[in-house]
T-cell receptor, first 112, second 115 residues
Framework: GAGVSQSPRYKVAKRGQDVALRCDPISGHVSLFWYQQALGQGPEFLTYFQNEAQLDKSGLPSDRFFAERPEGSVSTLKIQRTQQEDSAVYLC??????????FGPGTRLTVT | AQSVTQPDIHITVSEGASLELRCNYSYGATPYLFWYVQSPGQGLQLLLK??????LVQGIKGFEAEFKRSQSSFNLRKPSVHWSDAAEYFCAVGARSGGYQKVTFGIGTKLQVIP
């Protein structure tokens, strides 16, 4: 596609619910990243995929966060048993391996 | 580990005035440096990047940035600001990590443009 797309754009979840956030990277981009951006902060790295392999998940804040990219294209970030501190914008980015990253519009998650 | 400092959280400039947004980084080797812009409700758009070579980098929308190794800085400049430049600007440093770039962002500088 023309750019990175993410869905849904907005998600409201009650505390304790599970959510799934989807990212469609730019076609052909090997690398895919997830970031979490809290209000008033810069994006913070969550995890990195090279094709279908998750090579770095050092930024995932807890074991409630899980990401996958089974076919090396679309990726899903799943958050189980959501907590209020999970409220943030979740950004996905893709790149041609080690070059600059292109970002999607983000999913704004609000946990009530 | 790398880090980025953007000392100005909020800046207000008049339309037509010049702009300089400050960025200092910490990294042990030659870094990859970026400036991104984020409009409300939007993702991040790359303005410019420095990988190597000429230390004065030109970007989109009339922006430029200069890499100064001695000062560990990568300040963003624009000679004449337009009202549409009002947005949040993020400086970022990238480091090679296992064959990919791990990017660390600053906290951002919010730019307000007044007529």
């Amino acid at each position: 596609g023309a750019g990175v797309s993410q869905s849904p754009r907005y998600k409201v979840a009650k505390r304790g619910q599970d959510v799934a956030l989807r990212c469609d990277p730019i076609s052909g981009h090997v690398s895919l990243f997830w970031y979490q951006q809290a209000l008033g902060q810069g994006p913070e790295f969550l995890t990195y995929f090279q094709n279908e392999a998750q090579l770095d998940k050092s930024g995932l804040p807890s074991d409630r966060f899980f990401a996958e990219r089974p076919e090396g294209s679309v990726s899903t970030l799943k958050i189980q048993r959501t907590q209020q501190e999970d409220s943030a914008v979740y950004l996905c980015a893709s790149s041609l391996w080690r070059y600059e990253q292109y970002f999607g519009p983000g999913t704004r998650l609000t946990v009530t | 580990a790398q880090s980025v400092t953007q000392p100005d959280i909020h800046i207000t400039v008049s339309e037509g005035a010049s702009l300089e947004l400050r960025c200092n980084y910490s990294y042990g080797a030659t870094p990859y440096l970026f400036w991104y812009v984020q409009s409300p409700g939007q993702g991040l758009q790359l303005l410019l990047k420095y990988f190597s070579g000429d230390t004065l980098v030109q970007g989109i929308k009339g922006f430029e940035a200069e890499f100064k190794r001695s000062q560990s800085s990568f300040n963003l400049r624009k000679p004449s600001v337009h009202w549409s430049d009002a947005a949040e600007y993020f400086c970022a440093v990238g480091a090679r990590s296992g064959g990919y770039q791990k990017v660390t962002f600053g906290i951002g500088t919010k730019l307000q443009v007044i007529p």
